[in-house]
Structure formats: structure tokens, C-alpha cells
């Protein structure tokens, strides 16, 4: 029986060959560091091989990977009450939608991704890693799927939020550029800090 | 336009991968009639088509592949169920992974730690007991009912206790998919519980039904507890079931409300012969 169900899985050589970049990118992107996303990535491999007999639905391994990532990652982090504070006090803009192309750097992206508390930011990053809903979300990380839509709404909006704006404000900084004003793309990031 | 429908709307475009917001028929009947929302809509698919891959582009630091190969390589034989392989392989992590600022939840003593999540557990069975009204299963069991009850009880204890509950946090992987075991039990939806507002859950509660037996299944971290399947009673006698995952990762504790407990019980033992 326990043959029967280790065949669901391949070898641990299949599953850290299939899955081990993407475990890698989720983890850099919830830890934004690539030490820790070494470490992390390491771990949940150790501890993935250790269950993988468990695993039923091969077709959800890899979400079951990045869960083990964030558990992973959870142990090593204190609670930052002071930053979920101040997250959920971010206002947000809700009628400016013009802008249709985005060109944000990878700087940028991950310093927006830091500022979000890792209980908003690991539904993004399912959302987008493994492109699902709400409902499978609240699934994998076993919690209500009103909590999951009220922290993935919340998550989404500041990300575009601080992300359109640093569009807007590298736009503004290359205009000036082009009018012979090169203190203006670094005043324009201080401010931002 | 901009009022709790839209908003609400908004909310599910927020939550819904691209794929189904075109086909969700609640969205598409209000965009048709909204061009504020529909607005919103559009630019969320721009920026989602733009956002994702460059989300996923991160460069992966060479060598990294053959160090994870090296150090799972020595568990790839092995009958990981076996709980001694759980031991050595917590050994093998133990050395592979880099001290970090570890949460204070450390595994110590762990037949004091069982003690006391038992007792804890124990405790919140009883309060359990006077205020559950026995639901179906398949109906959703609400956080804040469930909340409520182990919140209550918190109280009356010594937040210490509750704190030596390691993080659980893994209902998806342990009642979702994972556990063989529970594969045929109908469960009404898993609420995580976190008791100390910790992101973490240090413990997590569903409403089951299998076969004849129905009630309430309490899920939590219990890595060191060694005990086989057992049966005792609450102060009030009704039987509280007692087991561990077949990994040995998690702790159950079963109110049976239906049924016989003993016949659950022989039906539990009978996945571990
Ligand atoms: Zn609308």
C-alpha cells in the first residue's frame, strides 16, 4: 500500500529536477533574500522528501511545495506587528486605472514585495506562481476563504499601487531628464524612501 | 458608479485568476453595465499579464539543483514512514540547515510538551462539548464560531500552554491531500486557528463525518509525541480518540459525537498494522 502510494510521486531526483527553480523564485520572492532562498529551498526539499508518500494528487505538488516553503519560512520569522501596521494603513487610490503598460525594475519590484507582511504577501505569490483563486488558496494554506480574499485584495491593490507610482514617478524623473535635469531621477527615489 | 457592488466586484476581480474572471458570470454581467469596473478589469489583466513574468524571473544561483540532489540523496531509498528514518532525518536537516532566528516555539521536553498540549486540547474538548451543536460536515464551519470556543477556553489558561504548541499551520497538507488516512472522511471545511494572533496556527478544527461515526477532529503539531491510537474520556464521558499521523508530524484528537468510538478506534489501528 505504501509502494501503491509513493508511485504517485516520482523519485526524489523527478521532484527536485521538475520543481526545484520554482520552489527557488517563490522563495526568493517571499524572503527577497537569495541566501535565505537557498536555505529555504533546501529545506522544504528535505522535508517534502520525508512526505512525499503522502502526496494523492500529484497535480497539486507543486502548490504542496510552496506551502512547505512558506511553513518553512514562518519558523524563522518573528511576527513584525509594527509592519503589518503600517501595511494595512497604506491608502489606496481607487480610480486611477489610465496607465496600461508598466515598466517596473526588479529593484523596484522587490522592495515593493519586502514592504508587504508575509501573511498578505503568500497569497500574491500563489496567485500569481501558481495562477488560482481565492478558494484554492484558502485551501492550501488552510484559512477562510473571506480572510484569503479580504488579504489578496488588500496585497494586489498596494503592489499596483506602489508599483504604478514608481511608474509614474520614473516617468516624470525621465521627462525632466530629457529637459537637461540629471538630480531629478534620484531626488524623485529619496522622496520615495 | 462606485458603490459596495463595485466594490465587492472589484474584490473578485482582485481574487480571481485571469482564466476564470472571463468566464465568472457575476463579473461579466456587471461589466457589461459598468465601464468603471469594466476599466478595472482591463487594467488588472495588463497588469497582471505584464506583473507575472516578471515575477518568475529570478535567477537561480548555479549548483543549486546538485546541492539539493547531494543532500535529499539519502533519503531517497529509505521507507520514509519508518519513524526512526524521521529521526535521522531530522538529524541530516538539523546539520544542513543554517541557524536562524527561530520563533520561540523550540522542541523541548516533548512528554511535557505532549502533556501539555494534550491537557490544553483536553480542555477545549470539554468547553467543546457544552457549546457545539453538531453540524453537516459538509456545511462550513465558521472561524469565528470555532474562534470563539478555543478563545474562551484560552482564557481561562495560561497563554504559556497555548504557546508551546509548535506552529501547525499545515491543514491543506495534512487533512487537503496528504493524510491517506483521512482520505475518506467527509470534513466540513478545516479552520486554522491561530490562538495567540500569530499568523501561525497552532492548531486546526473541522467537523467530520465517516461512515457511522461523526463529530469534531482537532489537528495539531505534534512531531515528538510516540503514542499509538488510544481512547479515553472526557470529564463529562464522552470519548475523545487520540492518534498521530502516519508521518508522525501531527497530533488528532477526535471528539466522537456519532458512533462507536471503539469501533473507530479498531477502524484507526487498522491503518497502522
Ligand atoms: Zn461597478
Same mark, same amino acid.
Given at each position: 500500500? *505504501?509502494?501503491? &502510494?509513493?508511485?504517485?510521486?516520482?523519485?526524489?531526483?523527478?521532484?527536485?529536477? !521538475?520543481?526545484?527553480?520554482?520552489?527557488?523564485?517563490?522563495?526568493?520572492?517571499?524572503?527577497?533574500?537569495?541566501?535565505?532562498?537557498?536555505?529555504?529551498? *533546501?529545506?522544504?526539499?528535505?522535508?517534502?522528501?520525508?512526505?512525499?508518500?503522502?502526496? *494523492?494528487?500529484?497535480?497539486?505538488?507543486?502548490?504542496?511545495?510552496?506551502?512547505?516553503?512558506?511553513?518553512? =519560512?514562518?519558523?524563522? +520569522?518573528? &511576527?513584525?506587528?509594527?509592519?503589518?501596521?503600517?501595511?494595512?494603513?497604506?491608502?489606496?487610490?481607487?480610480?486611477?486605472?489610465?496607465?496600461?503598460?508598466?515598466?517596473? !525594475?526588479?529593484?523596484?519590484?522587490?522592495?515593493?514585495?519586502?514592504?508587504?507582511?508575509?501573511?498578505?504577501?503568500?497569497?500574491?505569490?500563489?496567485?500569481?506562481?501558481?495562477?488560482?483563486?481565492?478558494?484554492?488558496?484558502?485551501?492550501?494554506?488552510?484559512?477562510?476563504?473571506?480572510?484569503?480574499?479580504?488579504?489578496?485584495?488588500?496585497?494586489?491593490?498596494?503592489?499596483?499601487?506602489?508599483?504604478?507610482? @514608481?511608474?509614474?514617478?520614473?516617468?516624470?524623473? @525621465?521627462?525632466?531628464?530629457?529637459?537637461?535635469?540629471?538630480?531629478? @531621477?534620484?531626488?524623485?527615489?529619496?522622496?520615495?524612501? | 458608479?462606485?458603490?459596495?457592488?463595485?466594490?465587492?466586484?472589484?474584490?473578485?476581480?482582485?481574487?480571481?485568476?485571469?482564466?476564470?474572471?472571463?468566464? !465568472?458570470?457575476?463579473?461579466?454581467?456587471?461589466? $457589461?453595465?459598468?465601464?468603471?469596473?469594466?476599466?478595472?478589469?482591463? =487594467?488588472?489583466?495588463?497588469?497582471? #499579464?505584464?506583473?507575472?513574468?516578471?515575477?518568475?524571473?529570478?535567477? %537561480?544561483?548555479?549548483?543549486?539543483?546538485?546541492? %539539493?540532489?547531494?543532500?535529499?540523496?539519502?533519503?531517497?531509498?529509505? !521507507?520514509?514512514?519508518?519513524?526512526?528514518?524521521?529521526?535521522?532525518?531530522?538529524?541530516?536537516?538539523?546539520?544542513?540547515?543554517?541557524?536562524?532566528?527561530? &520563533?520561540?516555539?523550540? &522542541?523541548?521536553?516533548?512528554?511535557?510538551?505532549?502533556?501539555?498540549?494534550?491537557?490544553?486540547?483536553?480542555?477545549?474538548?470539554?468547553? $467543546?462539548?457544552?457549546?457545539?451543536?453538531?453540524?453537516?460536515?459538509?456545511?462550513?464551519?465558521?472561524?469565528?464560531?470555532?474562534?470563539?470556543?478555543?478563545?474562551?477556553?484560552? *482564557?481561562?489558561?495560561?497563554?504559556?500552554?497555548?504557546? +508551546?504548541?509548535?506552529?501547525?499551520?499545515?491543514?491543506?497538507?495534512?487533512?487537503?491531500?496528504?493524510?491517506?488516512?483521512?482520505?475518506?472522511?467527509?470534513?466540513?471545511?478545516?479552520?486554522?486557528?491561530?490562538?495567540?494572533?500569530?499568523?501561525?496556527?497552532?492548531?486546526? %478544527?473541522?467537523?467530520? #463525518? =465517516?461512515?457511522?461515526?461523526?463529530?469534531?477532529?482537532?489537528?495539531?503539531?505534534?512531531?515528538? =509525541?510516540?503514542?499509538?491510537?488510544?481512547?479515553?474520556?472526557?470529564?463529562?464521558?464522552?470519548?475523545?480518540?487520540?492518534?498521530?499521523?502516519?508521518?508522525?508530524?501531527?497530533?488528532?484528537?477526535?471528539?466522537?459525537?456519532?458512533?462507536?468510538?471503539?469501533?473507530?478506534?479498531?477502524?484507526?489501528?487498522?491503518?497502522?498494522?
Amino acid at each position: 500500500m *505504501q509502494s501503491e &502510494r509513493s508511485s504517485h510521486l516520482n523519485s526524489v531526483g523527478d521532484l527536485v529536477e !521538475d520543481h526545484y527553480a520554482d520552489v527557488y523564485r517563490f522563495a526568493y520572492r517571499l524572503s527577497g533574500s537569495h541566501a535565505d532562498a537557498e536555505d529555504l529551498t *533546501q529545506q522544504a526539499f528535505l522535508t517534502a522528501c520525508r512526505k512525499r508518500y503522502q502526496v *494523492q494528487d500529484p497535480d497539486r505538488i507543486r502548490g504542496w511545495l510552496l506551502t512547505i516553503v512558506r511553513n518553512t =519560512f514562518l519558523k524563522t +520569522r518573528q &511576527r513584525d506587528e509594527r509592519m503589518i501596521a503600517a501595511f494595512e494603513d497604506v491608502a489606496v487610490s481607487s480610480n486611477d486605472f489610465d496607465s496600461d503598460t508598466f515598466r517596473f !525594475d526588479e529593484e523596484t519590484l522587490q522592495k515593493a514585495l519586502n514592504e508587504i507582511p508575509e501573511h498578505y504577501k503568500t497569497p500574491l505569490l500563489l496567485y500569481y506562481f501558481e495562477e488560482i483563486g481565492y478558494k484554492e488558496i484558502g485551501e492550501l494554506l488552510g484559512i477562510p476563504i473571506g480572510t484569503v480574499m479580504s488579504r489578496l485584495s488588500r496585497a494586489r491593490s498596494v503592489l499596483r499601487e506602489r508599483l504604478c507610482r @514608481e511608474n509614474e514617478t520614473s516617468e516624470i524623473s @525621465e521627462t525632466e531628464d530629457s529637459r537637461n535635469n540629471p538630480a531629478s @531621477e534620484v531626488s524623485a527615489k529619496q522622496k520615495d524612501q | 458608479m462606485n458603490n459596495q457592488e463595485c466594490d465587492e466586484i472589484r474584490q473578485r476581480i482582485d481574487c480571481l485568476p485571469a482564466r476564470e474572471r472571463e468566464t !465568472d458570470d457575476v463579473l461579466s454581467s456587471h461589466l $457589461m453595465d459598468c465601464p468603471e469596473c469594466h476599466k478595472y478589469a482591463e =487594467f488588472q489583466n495588463s497588469f497582471d #499579464r505584464q506583473l507575472r513574468p516578471q515575477l518568475l524571473e529570478v535567477a %537561480i544561483p548555479e549548483g543549486l539543483k546538485e546541492q %539539493i540532489l547531494q543532500s535529499t540523496s539519502a533519503l531517497d531509498d529509505c !521507507d520514509l514512514s519508518e519513524s526512526e528514518d524521521s529521526v535521522q532525518n531530522a538529524e541530516v536537516e538539523a546539520e544542513l540547515v543554517r541557524p536562524a532566528t527561530v &520563533r520561540q516555539h523550540q &522542541r523541548g521536553s516533548s512528554l511535557l510538551k505532549w502533556v501539555i498540549a494534550g491537557t490544553a486540547v483536553a480542555s477545549v474538548i470539554v468547553v $467543546m462539548m457544552f457549546q457545539w451543536t453538531p453540524a453537516d460536515p459538509q456545511q462550513r464551519l465558521t472561524y469565528d464560531a470555532a474562534k470563539d470556543l478555543l478563545l474562551a477556553q484560552f *482564557q481561562e489558561m495560561s497563554p504559556e500552554e497555548w504557546d +508551546r504548541l509548535s506552529p501547525f499551520d499545515q491543514s491543506f497538507e495534512t487533512l487537503g491531500i496528504v493524510d491517506p488516512q483521512l482520505s475518506e472522511w467527509t470534513r466540513s471545511e478545516t479552520v486554522g486557528m491561530s490562538l495567540d494572533d500569530d499568523p501561525q496556527h497552532e492548531v486546526a %478544527i473541522c467537523e467530520f #463525518r =465517516f461512515r457511522q461515526w461523526s463529530g469534531v477532529l482537532i489537528t495539531f503539531s505534534a512531531d515528538e =509525541f510516540d503514542g499509538v491510537p488510544e481512547q479515553s474520556y472526557s470529564a463529562s464521558g464522552q470519548s475523545v480518540l487520540q492518534w498521530r499521523s502516519p508521518g508522525g508530524d501531527l497530533a488528532y484528537v477526535c471528539i466522537v459525537e456519532q458512533g462507536s468510538a471503539e469501533e473507530l478506534l479498531t477502524e484507526i489501528l487498522g491503518n497502522f498494522a
